[in-house]
């Protein structure tokens, strides 16, 4: 069944309210009325009439939308990868006036609510990539001192963010837009998760701008030559946090994998996750995919995200950095086994959490979300209180 997100226009306000997210520039007090004639001098050219756009890598999205997502992954190649296409807007100036012009996009036909402003644009521009746009619906115009050109609109399709951050740090996606029922989703542009960012560069640090990033979570242990003590790539305005932590079912003490190291750890990530000022949050560990799913798989599971979601999440990272499969696949299906590899390079199990926090911490309603609330009070010692403020932080409405 394919994953779309019903367009919503509010949402990105309700992302920056929450999160401190994106560039918002307030709208003028007052404009100044602009002619049709006027209007004739600027022609938006693409997307136009709201049309749809889809900006996931086409193998993700074949992923995401397959009957068999065993056969699916099996076939994928080594490391396809991709990093994040922008969109790009494309419009014509037929005047011979010469000026500079301001592209504006915004989630209301008013635009009250300005999501990007791009600036001191010349005539000859034409086009502009925007990156990183929450999914849903937007409405955008060119305008300069004297003309305004008509407002058109257009859909980026969901519900999966990947993250652009010009090639510097992979796998990184927003963990919001995952239903959590039929009135209720994660919220977008508060949480991302992605690969460590040792390679990240000034473009980078603009990207992160333009998110609003304001806590980077490194997740990682510090061993040997291995610190952690401090970022490897800091960014004005981003707090640094080192709290290391384990991966898969090693986290469950009834596991023949446990080893208690991550539990103190998991209570200062919740009490971080459930203060508003964290947010932006990024919270990675080497790959993105071991540490970073566990800890994925703890929060979207607590908000309500179903089992077969929280596995597309990790999975994912099959496409965009390096193959992690919720189990074995034998004959293009997954075996019961829960565990996809286990030798001395690496131990998968993400299955085998699953079956591990419901043998051992189900609760009376049978609900996954309430196995991770139980586990998460009981074993790691997170008050209800803290619980429930994460819950609110990373919840919207559809």
């Known amino acids: 069944m394919k994953n779309r997100i019903i367009p919503f226009i509010a949402f990105a306000l309700l992302s920056l309210v929450s999160c401190g997210g994106g560039?918002?520039?307030?709208?003028?007090?007052?404009?100044?009325?602009?002619?049709?004639e006027n209007k004739d001098n600027i022609q938006i050219l693409d997307p136009i009439g709201?049309?749809?756009?889809?900006?996931?890598?086409?193998?993700?999205?074949?992923?995401?939308?397959?009957?068999?997502?065993?056969?699916?992954?099996?076939?994928?190649?080594?490391?396809?990868?991709?990093?994040?296409?922008?969109?790009?807007?494309?419009?014509?100036?037929?005047?011979?006036?010469?000026?500079?012009?301001?592209?504006?996009?915004?989630?209301?036909?008013?635009?009250e609510h300005i999501e990007r402003s791009y600036s001191d644009l010349r005539k000859s521009v034409g086009t502009m990539p925007v990156y990183n746009l929450i999914p849903g619906t937007y409405y955008y115009r060119i305008k300069s001192p004297s003309m305004v050109s008509p407002v058109d609109s257009f859909v980026l399709e969901g519900p999966v963010r990947t993250i652009n951050t010009n090639n510097t740090i992979k796998n990184m996606r927003d963990c919001?837009?995952?239903?959590?029922?039929?009135?209720?989703?994660?919220r977008y542009g508060c949480l991302y998760r992605s690969a460590a960012w040792s390679s990240a560069d000034n473009t980078t640090d603009s990207r992160f701008k333009e998110l609003g990033m304001k806590t980077e979570l490194d997740i990682r242990y510090s061993s040997g030559s291995s610190d952690y003590s401090k970022s490897e790539h800091p960014i004005s305005g981003v707090d640094y946090v080192n709290?290391?932590?384990?991966?898969?079912?090693?986290?469950?003490?009834?596991?023949?994998?446990?080893?208690?190291?991550?539990?103190?750890?998991?209570?200062?990530?919740?009490?971080?996750?459930?203060?508003?000022?964290?947010?932006?949050?990024?919270?990675?560990?080497?790959?993105?995919?071991?540490?970073?799913?566990t800890l994925a798989y703890l929060v979207n599971g607590l908000l309500g995200v179903s089992y077969e979601d929280l596995c597309k999440d990790f999975e994912l990272t099959s496409i965009y950095n390096s193959k992690r499969w919720r189990s074995n696949i034998v004959d293009g299906e997954f075996d019961s086994s829960g565990v996809m590899q286990d030798d001395a390079n690496n131990y998968v199990g993400f299955g085998?959490?699953?079956q591990a926090m419901m043998e051992n911490y189900k609760t009376s309603d049978?609900?996954?979300s309430g196995?991770?609330?139980?586990?998460?009070?009981?074993?790691?010692?997170?008050?209800?209180?803290?619980?429930?403020?994460?819950k609110a932080n990373l919840t919207e409405s559809i």
């Open 352 to 354: 085998a959490l699953h």
């Open 50 to 111: 709201g049309k749809s756009i889809d900006l996931l890598y086409a193998p993700a999205r074949a992923y995401l939308n397959s009957k068999n997502p065993a056969s699916t992954l099996a076939s994928l190649s080594s490391n396809p990868g991709d990093n994040a296409v922008p969109l790009t807007l494309r419009w014509k100036v037929t005047t011979s006036a010469v000026e500079r012009y301001t592209l504006q996009i915004a989630t209301d036909e008013a635009f």
């Open 243 to 293: 709290l290391g932590m384990g991966q898969y079912d090693s986290i469950i003490p009834q596991s023949k994998k446990y080893y208690a190291t991550s539990h103190a750890n998991f209570k200062k990530t919740f009490e971080l996750l459930a203060k508003k000022e964290s947010y932006p949050l990024t919270f990675h560990c080497t790959a993105g995919a071991d540490r970073t799913g």
């Open 366 to 368: 049978n609900s996954l």
């Open 371 to 390: 196995a991770i609330n139980n586990y998460l009070k009981t074993v790691c010692g997170i008050s209800q209180t803290t619980l429930n403020q994460v």
């Open 176 to 186: 919001g837009g995952w239903k959590i029922d039929d009135t209720h989703r994660v």
């Open 23 to 36: 560039n918002v520039e307030p709208p003028a007090s007052s404009e100044k009325s602009v002619t049709s």
